[in-house]
């Protein structure tokens, strides 16, 4: 079972940047499909973006074009770079590693 902690959460202005970081521990993400949701009080949690084993990547459309996953399967780390952040992107965003193993969240805030 894999355990994940996020970080890199804030506070920024509109049209900034921040770069969140997944660091996984306990199994091997390498092997898992992993993905960044987000969620705001009294909606449901949302996907953001999901990376493959493989590196490859999909986007919500709300984010394409502004946001970054990556992943680093050596160093058990797992990357959303979010640039020309919006008010709407305020949220706890949280990593996913396979189809059930989250993290604690991290907030961003965006005004």
């Known amino acids: 079972h894999v355990q994940l902690v996020e970080s890199g959460g804030g506070s920024v202005q509109t049209g900034g940047s921040l770069r969140l970081s997944c660091v996984a521990s306990g199994d091997t993400i390498g092997r898992y499909c992993m993905g960044w949701f987000r969620q705001i009080p009294d909606k449901e949690r949302e996907g953001v973006a999901g990376?493959?084993?493989?590196?490859?990547?999909s986007y919500a459309d709300s984010v394409k074009g502004r946001f970054t996953s990556s992943r680093d399967n050596d160093k058990q780390i797992l990357y959303l770079q979010m640039n020309n952040l919006k008010c709407d992107d305020t949220a706890v965003y949280y990593c996913?590693?396979?189809?059930?193993?989250w993290g604690q969240g991290t907030q961003v805030t965006v005004s």
């Open positions: 990376i493959e084993s493989d590196g490859s990547t």
């Open positions: 996913l590693a396979g189809v059930n193993s």
